[in-house]
């Protein structure tokens, strides 16, 4: 059975060399590897695609609409992997990590998701997952971690979690989830994931 932390808040060197907090959405850890999701929900876009690295959404019409995503969004899920990571090597846990920190350890996997329905995904590509192929996703992967492994790599970023003092970002819980259904509804779908990868 996996785990799942959701709004994680830890320390980070980014790849543009830069240290700050890195915080993911979702993160599943799972016999078949740990899997974080950065979850978009996007009501203002009918259409979303990765173009030249970047989230870019159309409205009805085939527009590009101003809610297109500032960062390269290829490289905001390859900083949270990296932090992961990290953590998890500076923790003693065995994974691997290129010099060029572009590539890493192949049992853990960064998306970017789309929470909202009613929004298409133009490219459907290795990084991005709509909710209703999230099940057969995962599931797809091969068994790469023991139940002890899960259980470690959950301490240790539950250890490593930074005080709500030093947290830049949202916390994703009470007032803040009853106005983003969407995202609650896919921590949801995450939740029971994990109960049977």
Not at 1 to 17: D, R
Not at 97 to 105: L, M, T, W
Not at 117 to 141: F, P, Q, R
Request: glycine share 6%; with cysteine; proline share 1%.
């Amino acid at each position: 059975m996996g785990s799942v932390i959701h709004n994680s808040n830890i320390s980070n060197k980014y790849l543009n060399g830069k240290i700050g907090n890195n915080q993911q959405d979702i993160v599943l850890i799972s016999k078949r590897g740990l899997f974080i999701f950065e979850v978009k929900n996007w009501i203002s876009s009918s259409s979303l695609e990765i173009k030249d690295g970047y989230l870019v959404g159309y409205n009805k019409d085939g527009e590009e609409n101003n809610s297109s995503y500032p960062h390269k969004i290829v490289d905001q899920v390859l900083d949270h992997k990296n932090a992961i990571l990290d953590l998890l090597i500076k923790n003693g846990f065995k994974a691997y990590k290129s010099s060029e920190g572009r590539d890493g350890d192949s049992r853990i996997h960064s998306f970017v998701t789309n929470a909202n329905e009613n929004c298409e995904l133009s490219d459907h590509g290795a990084t991005i997952l709509d909710v209703k192929d999230i099940n057969s996703k995962i599931s797809s992967y091969p068994v790469v971690f023991s139940s002890e492994d899960v259980e470690k790599i959950r301490a240790i970023i539950e250890k490593n979690q930074l005080n709500e003092k030093e947290r830049k970002h949202l916390i994703f819980s009470g007032d803040f989830l009853d106005k983003m259904k969407n995202y609650d509804f896919y921590l949801q779908v995450i939740n029971e994931l994990a109960k049977k990868v």
